[in-house]
């Protein structure tokens, strides 16, 4: 018997899940890390602090492995994107805090070289936009203001290059192209970093990880660490393409959402490089290894969605638990006429907004909890259609079935929404973990663990599907009042 370990680093905890060839989970640990908030905007991981829930997740499951006599066939990696860490070679320590993909200290620094006419060439190089999410600007300011010194020991790159880097003892410096397209500074249509990019965000590109195909051998573990040496690190993805991949969304077209701290909606555009969409993201889904296509994919990023329910929880204390919050929401009949606009941080696709912030509209003494449950659940929907109204007018595709997962998807009431507001189908995975088994699944194609995409697509497994069943007026008029209360929220800051 024998399964791969997928190590899921996230915003808030670290998981390593075992996976067994059937596609099961056969074991879990998770940790969960501190999140650093030095003032409003800023967002800060301790990189040490991260590696050591790596480290103590990886032994407690493959402790328990031993005891049963089961094999690690290999080793994957998904991860929080776009998040920068800076590290020495020679002490193998962080030289700052991790600046956060929610962090939004960069935005002045973005607006500038908007302003200077450079979002057209970041576009036609990147496929992203000019704003604070991305790496290339908090590497900037790391090298900056952060006071960390370029030099030969320098080593920049996004929490995946991190635990690479701990696993194989400090001998692999590298990352793949889905995790490299969200920094920044990853020419598309090359598959390269790029060097203008570079120069215009002044990163080292000596400091930048090596780039290697998603699916495939990265290294193998170190005498060390928390695993038995020479077990192969085999497949790395950033977490919302491992989660395409953990969908088994194989082929242009195929589209997932996944409801997380943000959502993040990807959908699958297959070999050919897309042109720019307003609005939306151009992504790297993957590059599998022996193959010389790369996977695109257009991207809608919404930044708070399951932190939203955080909110209600720790902000307000509207609840106890974020497991409560769908029953308050569906103790209501409707939201009462009350809208949220969670742009905690700003908004992201299609709006790319970071001076919005978040905004309550339609109160009355009426209003109760029930109903900014109800508004809370039902913006994580109408943000979704947002980016689906993007995709389908600028990116030419229509999107007739969106297979979701994530930890808000337990919410029926949030699917059922989903759907009336789509006019399409919605399918909730039976398995909850695709980031992790993206992963799996990457590392194990890697070392032949399955043997191709078409044995994987038939390991996937629904567990329900959700059709339309409101009036279409209805629907489209609560829509519109979406859109008038996200207008409300935007431009509200004037120093971010």
């Not at 242009?252 to 555009?269: C, Q, R, V």
């Not at 009350?338 to 001076?355: E, I, K, N, Q, T």
């Amino acid at each position: 018997m024998a399964v791969v370990l997928a190590i899921d680093a996230g915003t808030t905890s670290v998981r390593t899940l075992a996976i067994d060839v059937e596609g099961r989970v056969v074991d879990l640990a998770q940790r969960e890390f501190t999140q650093h908030f030095p003032r409003p905007g800023l967002v800060e991981h301790d990189a040490t602090e991260i590696w050591n829930a790596v480290s103590h997740t990886l032994s407690e499951v493959a402790t328990r492995l031993d005891e049963s006599a089961t094999a690690i066939a290999a080793v994957g990696i998904t991860n929080q994107r776009e998040t920068i860490v800076a590290w020495d070679s020679d002490t193998g320590l962080p030289r700052h805090r991790a600046i956060v993909w929610q962090d939004r200290r960069t935005t002045t620094l973005c607006e500038a070289l908007h302003a200077d006419g450079h979002l057209e060439n970041v576009r036609r190089i990147t496929g992203l936009v000019l704003d604070p999410y991305f790496s290339a600007s908090k590497i900037q300011w790391l090298l900056t203001d952060g006071g960390v010194e370029t030099d030969s020991a320098l080593r920049l790159g996004t929490v995946d290059s991190w635990i690479l880097w701990n696993l194989t003892g400090g001998s692999v410096h590298a990352t793949e192209p889905s995790n490299a397209s969200r920094t920044m500074l990853y020419d598309l249509a090359s598959g390269t970093w790029s060097e203008e990019m570079c120069s215009l965000f002044d990163v080292p590109v000596g400091a930048l990880p090596e780039l290697r195909p998603t699916s495939g051998r990265f290294g193998v573990t170190a005498d060390a660490g928390p695993l038995p040496a020479g077990i192969p690190v085999s497949g790395i993805a950033g977490d919302q393409q491992a989660a395409l991949f953990g969908q088994a969304c194989f082929e242009p077209g195929d589209a997932k959402n996944t409801y997380g701290t943000g959502s993040f909606l990807l959908a699958n555009m297959g070999a050919l490089l897309p042109e720019p969409v307003d609005g939306l993201l151009t992504t790297v889904a993957w590059q599998l290894a022996g193959s010389e296509a790369t996977t695109y994919a257009l991207e809608g990023s919404i930044f708070a969605t399951g932190a939203t329910i955080q909110w209600l929880r720790d902000g307000l204390g509207l609840v106890d638990s974020a497991s409560e919050v769908g029953a308050l929401a569906e103790s209501v009949a409707d939201n009462g006429g009350v809208y949220m606009v969670p742009a905690f941080a700003g908004l992201g696709s299609p709006w790319w907004d970071p001076r919005a912030r978040g905004t309550i509209v339609g109160l009355t003494r009426g209003s109760g909890r029930g109903h900014l449950a109800r508004a809370a659940v039902e913006a994580m929907a109408f943000q979704t259609r947002d980016v689906v109204e993007a995709i389908h007018r600028d990116g030419g595709l229509a999107i007739t079935e969106l297979r979701v997962d994530g930890g808000a998807s337990v919410m029926d009431l949030l699917l059922e929404t989903q759907a009336d507001l789509l006019g399409v189908s919605v399918t909730r995975s039976a398995v909850q973990e695709t980031t992790a088994m993206g992963a799996a699944w990457l590392a194990g194609l890697g070392e032949d663990f399955w043997s191709s995409t078409s044995e994987l697509s038939d390991l996937w497994r629904s567990d329900r599907t959700f059709q339309p069943t409101t009036d279409r007026a209805q629907v489209e008029a609560s829509y519109t009042r979406w859109l008038d209360a996200v207008q409300r929220s935007r431009s509200w800051e004037t120093d971010a």
